[in-house]
């Protein structure tokens, strides 16, 4: 294998979700305006993005892969760290050069930031004209209008029911293959460290006939995989007492159960079994055994769970609010093995430096780590976020220098652990599906495993979007390279 290829498709671990965005692709259906979006944060902001298009595009709007060619420019944003609310800043500071050059172009502010700020915002940012929090994006047209003649606007409105659940997104960046459909919003869990419950709001679910019928679309439309996303998945609950009060009559509420997750999951699972099924985020104290065997039980539900720690010292998770201390979490994990054995794909996200954390805890979080095997982790150092129960409890008293040096401790941990973990698949036979071509080389193209694993395989006369067997023949940390089996 060409040493080339080696270190491709890595994101920096730590890095991943703080700095990572993502831009609108260009889309040209003859509209006279021009929407510029950039999305940061986590997978459910990409997935509000693609509402907000969709809802621009009811509007007047195509979207613009170029922001010198936009009439509007939106930055959907992350609160869930200060470095992730630095980033937006800066981004804002070039923005303002584009603004005076052209004062007729409108710039909001969407996402977790625009909610946590507020009125704010505007003061403090003088080249916004909008500030639009999560629950209220079907308000966009109208101030985007109000804008344009020189009406700043803010709506930071969170809501109980609203989970745009009528709303076809608008595909963005989309490689015609994978896309995320939204079962969810907001988060009723109180984790001291996490500004989320505060700017997403309650939690509610979407009816699960709006998620069904928009898988079934998107398999109409060639895709090959859905990923269901929420905060937490694992309380996926939809009644029409819960949640439909309002619309439904009593009639039509007689024929609708309570449908909870791992009912969801096998209800997109039944659509084809050549759509792939994958989830994001469970709980450790919510995931259901229910839900492990309705995953075995589908081969087109991925193998792969993402379940985050945060911490393996059960003082600390107390700490932390998490509810599940250290012995919960390793039952949880020894039941995953047991019921989908050692092949599914377990990862996990970590913070080091919590509040009062000592030597001895944070050697826990790397002892749990080797006991876990995760296959990879999105590892961050604590970041204290104003308003949220841990800044009003706890003093943020590691010093910096000590909190990177447990982050570089925990990252160095899981390199070595997904090495090892890559290292099992050597030998093996699986199926992937292609996805893109590999980053540094058009000879070869880019697909995922079951346990969610990249795999690089040689181009041939693969397509994008094909399922193919192949045999892992070599791996980096990150990676895993295949042949083709025919
Ligand atoms: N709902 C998911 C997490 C969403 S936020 C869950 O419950 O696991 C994504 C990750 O960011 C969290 O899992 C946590 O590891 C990290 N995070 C959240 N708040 C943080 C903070 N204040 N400082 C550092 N990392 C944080
Ligand atoms: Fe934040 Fe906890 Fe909710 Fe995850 S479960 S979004 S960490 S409050
Ligand atoms: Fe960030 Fe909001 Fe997601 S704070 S991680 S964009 S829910």
Known sequence: MDNLIKDIDILPADEAQACEYKVTAEENTGKSKKLYIESYGCQMNFSDSEIVASIMKENGFDTTATFENADVIFLNTCSIRDKAEQTVRKRLQQFNQIKSNRPDLTIGVLGCMAERLKEKLLEEE??????????????????????????????????????YADISPVRLNSNGVSAFISIMRGCDNMCSFCVVPFTRGRERSRDPHSIVKEAQELVAKGYKEVTLLGQNVDSYKWSPEENNKARLNKKEAEHIQIVNFAGLLEMVAKISPSLRIRFSTSHPKDITDEVLYTMKRYDNICKYIHLPVQSGNSRILDLMNRTYDREWYLERVAKIR?????????????????????????RDTLSLMDLVQYDFSYMFYYSERPGTLAAKKYTDDIPLE????????????????????????IGKYQEILIEGVSKRSEDYLKGRNSANKVVIVPKEDLEIGQYVTVKITDCSSATLFGEISR
């Open 126 to 163: 003088h080249l916004v004209d909008v500030v639009v929090g999560p629950d209220a994006y079907r308000d966009l047209p109208n101030l985007v209008m109000a804008a344009e003649e020189g009406q700043k606007g803010v709506n930071t409105f969170l809501s109980r029911e609203e989970t």
């Open 338 to 362: 047991e019921i989908l054995g050692e092949e599914c794909g377990i990862s996990s996200d970590m913070i080091a430096g919590f509040c009062s954390e000592t030597e001895e805890e944070h």
């Open 402 to 425: 000590i909190k990177k040096r447990r982050l570089q401790e925990i990252i160095e941990k899981q390199n070595q652990l997904s090495l090892v973990r890559n290292q099992m698949d």
